[in-house]
């Protein structure tokens, strides 16, 4: 059987199992939103710087690309950016690479959004803008693509972080678990000392602070010492009793033997057998409530409901004839 403590325990600490698989996934889902937002931001900002350096001389499109543009296309050296100005809706290409993917507009003027180019993962933005001229305007789009591998690195990167931390955490609320359980025990653990340092016939009353769960087991252990003492005080007074009784029939009885065989008289034969018989149901008493005090004081097993008509009609039926023998009227 689980010992409270063990028990206290599991039920405690079980339960951040599923809690750590629950906040670990939380928290993997928070950072990738995190870093997620934050590398698109960086896309949109470059998108959008060079498509201010969009115009429209001679009805052509001019870009002449930024220097902070080119600076944050290329600070990273785990991955590619991949980048295109194209005429809007034809798609012709006037500066960057081709075959980027078409974007497909909905409301808004600009998409974020995973693609597969040249055989990599990578996301995307596509910002929809218009170049005007005193005599012409031409709408165009700045596609933008950076493969993902700065953007898993700094996830995976966080995420262990994350998860450390959160580690700690939970080692940190178990040790605080244990020593809470342990310091909740202690008065029990106390109790238990107290009592087993007690000799047989130590029946006083606990007296020792315990919490008020622990009170209504410390009341029954003082009603049970109660019970125990009264009932030692009742073997004992009855043993000093009964060893008084036999101590004058025997010295009487002695002393009849020893005058009877100085005399050389007969002894009273029915005067003795009177007290043997006296003796012996001293010694059947004393046999009884050896009997009976081995037996529970107070058990629903102990007792059993009784006729007590049928038990005396048969003592009637089982002793009529011998009444009868004896002219005794014997009857209910």
Partial sequence: MMSLRQRLLMFLLLPLIPLSAFLIGMIYWAIGSATRESYDRVLEGSALA?????????????????????????????????YSVQKWPSGEVVTGYRNLPAPVFGETDT???????????????????????YSA????????????????????????????????????IGLLTLYAVNLGLRPLRTLAEAVSQRSERDLRAIRRPVPPEGQPLVDEINK?????EKTLNSHRHFVSNTAHQLRTPLAELKTELEVNTMEGSAPDVPALSKRIDHLAHLVEQMMLLSRV????????????????????????ADWSLRAYRAGVDLGL
């Fill in 224 to 228: 049970l010492f109660g019970r125990l």
């Fill in 50 to 82: 060079i498509a201010d350096r969009v115009v429209l001389e001679g009805g052509s499109l001019v870009v002449d690309l930024p220097y902070a543009a080119l600076q944050m296309l290329t600070n990273s050296a785990e991955d590619r950016v991949f």
């Fill in 293 to 316: 005090g081995v037996q529970p004081s107070s058990s629903d097993d102990t007792f059993r409901a009784l006729n007590l008509e049928a038990l005396a009609q048969q003592a009637v």
């Fill in 111 to 133: 998409i974020l959004q995973e693609i597969d180019f040249r055989g990599e993962p990578m996301r995307m933005i596509a910002i929809r803008d218009e170049a005007l001229s």
């Fill in 137 to 172: 305007s031409q709408e165009f789009v700045v596609l933008i693509a950076e493969t993902l591998g700065q953007r898993t690195n700094v996830l995976q990167r966080y995420l262990r972080y994350a998860i450390l931390a959160f580690v700690i955490g939970v080692l940190v």
